[in-house]
């Protein structure tokens, strides 16, 4: 027992000394153990020794190097308290041999990190060995680098000179590529061949090499170096192939050059930066191939930059030599945008050249203020001026000319033979287009200068035209007498003063003075041999003269010598020839006259005169019965016409003389009726009392007696005032007015003759107003009485609002019923176009065509309806794809119209070419339409839109965006702007497919710096 106790004392002792032998370990040992496990890369047993060690607090150098070892285990671990325990090192021991070290380690762990601020931050203070210095210095220069330090980073660089580094390459790449970007070529060279001492960096470092040898301008050696490089089969940077291609570009080697643009395009898929297109366009016009510069050119000037208007220049001027104006002038246009004044000066002067080929003379002139004001002291000035005064001289807008001239300081003589003549074509216009106030006033512009006396002559016989016209007759013949004083001896001067002879003639017959009338066309006819219709005109007019002068015979003798006179009013001078012989008495030529009038020209607008004159002579002679043959002519043939209710009123009175005594009743109240307010009433009105008298009839002679004074009362009765005052309202356009007058008139005067006419007045002024569903309502009233003389022009009115209100069914009844009462041209040619059209709108397009067709190849419709209709039909085979019959109807109107049906025309054609995908043929017909139609913004909107989506099916992005970016700058159609801004941003998405969007930025500079 005592054995036993004595065993467990000596277990437990022994327990006991071995705890503590574990705990009381000898701290020597400690340290010595955790720099073992530190040695041999067991980082967490080395932590755990030196902590046990620093918890000791034995031996202060020990404890500064457990320190160390102990911040260096856990960074070597990534411990996230690696960072703290390393400052912490340094904070407690910064005098300790190890510190130097401590601060490159720990920047070598932020290095790692890539937190290169912090990284730098602790090598710069890091005292190393030589083992270390290389390691040091490049890392330091990498942090720099990546902080975007150049020359600090390069300087380091330059530290690592010992060939058997492991970071010797790498540092003398990094050095020359910052060098190569600094611009310092020699270091740069001397660094980067270096570099290619390494398989590593040859590819990469190639690139700079051969650039730098082009920047020195040592293109032999560039181009040398660059074969060399590019055969040796490493990986080279296809840019080193562009490099080359300049070499040998300023070699004037240009097939080489294309040879290498062309490869290293090859190898880079087809997709380069502008510069590469703009230098491969450049050989290939040094070398000749015009068509492939120009491709690469087009490609280079998609850029956005100076680059894209170089290009756009050099493109404007090849397209110029190829007399491609309309690609010329997208491209000088775009050119404008440049930088440099001699390539805007260059474009603008070159824009004016091409606006001017291709007719453009408002933009030519607007092209050349713009140069005269940008380019004070440009060399083009001479040309300039001559672009600008021939482009006034074409121009169709005279009052930018005018105006521009009028506003210079000094006008030179070719300015002032250019004013006379860009007025008096404005002038003309103006007379052209019935405006004869304002041609007077443009013609006595034209005539303050003198240089083309022609012309002054032309000015005063024009402007004694407009005088002739407008009745005054006394400006006239001054004018007419200043063209004849002015000396100037060409043949067309002697036409134009004989031409002012005949039209004082016709001042002076028109004032009544037929004695300088007659002299002035004998001198006309002396002289003149031009149109035979002028002069059988002048004869015509000296016949007149002596026929008013009452100078028969000479007169019947003039008459008689136009009978076989080409060009002579044959049917107006028998009928003249008719009253002519009966005033002298010589009754049956006279008849003999009208009757060949009445043979010879039955369309003549003689002719219901000359039927009631032949009817005249007869009844003077007693033969009544023959009489009211002719006056019932009149009536049946001419029951609208003037003469008619003379007619009626001479049939009555023939017939009262034959002894029918009921059919001239019937003729008297007809007037009576019918005509109510015409002379003849008067006469029917006295006819009737006296035939009443004879017959013993008469008990409805007071209703027209009361229906004659109401209708012509000797003092203007009130109902006629009162009517003609509201009536006034409505031709003053005051509408709301004149419709509460109107209708006030209306309900004061239940029975008047005017109430029809006075619904018609309502209705157009609800028209006018918009009030579309009141006058509808009152169309119908209107239209209910179906002899009123506004039934026609109100079934137009109202046909027209359905069809405005979308009512097409109604419309087209009311156009169908139009046709039913129509009887002048333009009735049933409203008719006919209003079936039309609600036939399209119902989608009864074959009923749409056959009315067109109708529109068109009548003789009664005027040319803008059959216009319409022929564009209909081109619309509506357009639409269904038959685009042979749709060129067809464009084309017929192309050739004949030049109104805007004319402009609409050439836009189908133009759709249709589109459509069939004939692109240059839809692209000319806009150009063409654009010509000839320049002042129809809306037709020049969708042309330029069209021409736009031809380039971009052709895959011309430059000349589509160039087309979409003048619509944006120019057009007044807010609709056009932004269809064409639309286009616009759909274009920059095919433009990328073209154009790499590459910076030239080193992937090794493009790293996030991440500090935390």
């Not at 005033?583 to 039955?602: D, G, W």
């Not at 008139?745 to 008047?752: D, E, L």
């Amino acid at each position: 027992m005592k054995q036993l106790v004595a065993t467990l004392c000596v277990l437990a002792v022994f327990q006991c000394y071995a705890q503590n032998g574990t705990i009381n370990q000898p701290v020597e040992s400690l340290f010595k153990n955790g720099i073992e496990y530190y040695e041999q890369g067991q980082y967490n047993q080395a932590r755990e020794k030196f902590e046990q060690y620093l918890r000791s607090g034995k031996d202060r150098n020990n404890l500064g190097s457990s320190a160390y070892y102990r911040a260096m285990s856990a960074l070597k671990l990534y411990h996230n308290d690696g960072e703290y325990l390393m400052e912490s090192f340094l904070e407690s021991y910064p005098f300790h041999s190890k510190a130097g070290l401590a601060y490159y380690e720990i920047g070598n762990y932020f290095y790692q990190n890539q937190k290169y601020k912090k990284a730098v931050s602790y090598f710069k203070k890091a005292n190393v060995t030589s083992s270390y210095q290389d390691d040091l210095a490049f890392k330091l220069g990498y942090g720099y680098f990546n902080l975007k330090q150049m020359p600090l980073a390069a300087d380091e660089f330059a530290k690592v000179d010992q060939m058997d580094s492991e970071y010797y390459y790498a540092a003398n790449y990094y050095r020359g590529f910052i060098r190569y970007k600094q611009n310092s070529f020699d270091e740069a060279l001397e660094a980067l061949n270096t570099a290619s001492g390494s398989e590593e960096y040859i590819g990469s470092s190639a690139l700079m090499i051969a650039s730098i040898h082009l920047e020195n301008e040592d293109y032999n050696k560039c181009v040398n170096f660059s074969k060399r490089a590019l055969s040796e089969g490493f990986a080279i940077d296809p840019k080193l192939y562009y490099v080359q291609g300049n070499a040998y570009l300023k070699l004037n080697q240009h097939k080489s050059a294309i040879e290498s643009f062309e490869s290293g395009l090859s190898a880079s898929n087809r997709k380069a930066q502008p510069a590469v297109y703009f230098n491969l366009a450049e050989a290939y016009r040094l070398d000749g191939q015009m068509e492939n510069a120009t491709e690469y050119y087009s490609f280079s000037a998609l850029d956005k930059d100076e680059i894209g208007h170089y290009s756009s220049y050099y493109l404007g001027k090849l397209y110029l030599e190829q007399e491609n104006y309309e690609y010329a002038k997208s491209a000088f246009w775009q050119a404008l945008k440049s930088e440099e004044k001699d390539i805007r000066e260059e474009s603008t002067f070159q824009l004016i050249k091409v606006e001017f080929k291709l007719e453009e003379y408002k933009e030519c002139i607007e092209g050349a203020k713009n140069y005269q004001t940008k380019f004070p002291d440009g060399k083009y000035h001479t040309e300039v001026n001559e672009f600008l005064t021939e482009a006034f001289l074409n121009t169709s807008d005279y009052d930018l000319a005018i105006q521009y001239i009028e506003n210079l300081d000094n006008i030179s003589p070719a300015i002032e033979n250019t004013y006379q003549k860009v007025t008096f074509q404005k002038a003309s216009d103006q007379f052209n287009n019935s405006r004869f106030k304002n041609a007077i006033y443009f013609y006595d512009k034209s005539l303050r200068y003198s240089q083309n006396k022609l012309l002054n002559i032309k000015a005063h016989f024009w402007k004694g035209e407009a005088f002739n016209i407008g009745q005054k007759y006394e400006l006239a013949i001054a004018s007419y007498k200043s063209a004849l004083y002015i000396t100037e001896n060409s043949e067309e001067a002697k036409d134009l003063k004989l031409l002012s002879r005949y039209g004082l003639g016709y001042s002076y017959f028109n004032s009544k003075d037929y004695e300088n009338a007659s002299a002035n066309f004998k001198s006309f006819l002396a002289g003149y041999t031009g149109k035979p219709n002028l002069l059988a005109d002048a004869n015509t007019r000296l016949g007149d003269c002596y026929y008013v002068s009452k100078d028969y015979v000479t007169a019947i003798s003039t008459y008689q010598s136009l009978l076989n006179q080409t060009g002579a009013a044959k049917d107006y001078i028998n009928f003249q020839l008719g009253v002519v012989y009966a005033l002298n008495e010589q009754p049956q030529l006279a008849k003999n006259h009208y009757q060949t009038l009445l043979s010879n020209f039955p369309k003549s607008s003689y002719r219901d005169n000359g039927i009631f004159q032949l009817a005249e002579l007869q009844f003077e002679s007693g033969d009544y019965t023959s009489a009211v043959g002719g006056f019932s002519q009149v009536i049946s043939e001419y029951p609208e016409g003037q003469l008619t209710p003379y007619a009626l009123l001479k049939r009555a009175v023939a017939s009262y003389n034959l002894g029918k005594y009921p059919e001239a009743e019937s003729d008297y109240k007809s007037i009576l009726n019918d005509h109510i307010s015409h002379k003849a009433a008067n006469g029917a009105l006295l006819g009737l009392q006296e035939l009443y008298a004879l017959t013993g009839n008469g008990d409805d002679f007071s209703s027209f007696l009361e229906k004659y004074k109401a209708a012509n009362p000797n003092d203007e009765s009130l109902e006629s005032i009162e009517f003609d005052a509201a009536k006034s309202q409505y031709y003053n356009q005051r509408y709301e007015p004149a419709i509460k007058a109107l209708q006030d008139f209306r309900s004061k005067y239940t029975a008047s003759s005017f109430n029809t006419e006075a619904g018609y007045l309502i209705a157009e002024s609800y028209y006018r107003i918009l009030e579309y569903d009141l006058a509808i309502e009152e169309f119908v009233e209107v239209v209910s009485d179906k002899s009123g003389k506004y039934l026609n022009r109100s079934l137009y009115r109202l046909g027209s609002l359905y069809a405005l209100k979308e009512d097409h069914n109604s419309a087209l009844q009311t156009f169908k019923e139009l046709e039913t009462y129509s009887k002048s041209k333009r009735d049933i040619g409203n008719s006919w176009s209003g079936q039309m059209l609600a036939y399209y709108n119902l989608n009864e397009l074959d009923s749409a065509v056959a009315y067109a067709e109708k529109i068109s190849e009548s003789s009664k419709m005027n040319q803008d309806a059959k216009s319409r209709a022929i564009l209909l039909i081109g619309n509506i085979y357009s639409d269904k794809a038959q685009y042979d019959q749709a060129a067809d109807q464009y084309l017929q109107l192309m050739n004949d119209i030049k109104d805007e049906n004319g402009a609409n025309a050439h836009y189908g054609l133009a759709l249709v070419y589109f459509k069939q995908q004939k692109y240059r043929q839809s692209i000319e017909t806009c150009f063409e339409l654009n010509k000839q139609y320049a002042s129809y913004d809306q037709w020049l909107g969708k042309s330029f839109l069209l021409i736009a989506d031809n380039y971009i099916a052709m895959e011309e992005l430059f000349q589509a965006k160039a087309t979409l970016n003048s619509i944006v700058e120019k057009s007044p159609v807010k609709d056009i702007v932004e269809l064409a801004n639309t286009k616009l941003l759909e274009i920059e998405e095919l433009e990328k497919a073209i154009i790499e969007n590459d910076e030239e930025v080193d992937s090794l500079t493009n790293t996030e710096e991440n500090d935390g």
